[in-house]
């Protein structure tokens, strides 16, 4: 059985028990642990992109991540886009 089993049983949309990317990626314990890896994530400028990136953001690994809107995905990413180990690129 899946520890995460539980929290979806009741799917109740925002505000539901179910784990978001960044507890997976705690829960995992790899946090800090993927440095000299790399990881492409698609669609960084809205959505599930933007919280993908946060949680694979605290690994450690550069990211390489793909958008059809570069200044969109810039503003976005603020507060999380780091210069020295992350690299937007247009996309479509």
Do not use: C, W
Request: overall charge negative; glycine content about 10%; aromatic content about 4%.
């Amino acid at each position: 059985m899946s520890r995460y089993v539980e929290t979806h049983a009741k799917p109740n949309g925002p505000g539901d028990a179910h784990p978001r990317a960044l507890q997976i990626i705690k829960d995992q314990g790899v946090e800090g642990k993927l440095h000299g890896e790399i990881i492409v994530i698609t669609g960084t400028s809205s959505g599930i992109g933007i919280e993908t990136t946060r949680a694979l953001a605290t690994t450690g690994a550069t990211l390489f991540l793909t958008a059809r809107d570069v200044a969109k995905a810039q503003s976005a990413l603020a507060g999380i886009f780091e210069p020295s180990r992350m690299e937007i690129m247009e996309m479509d």
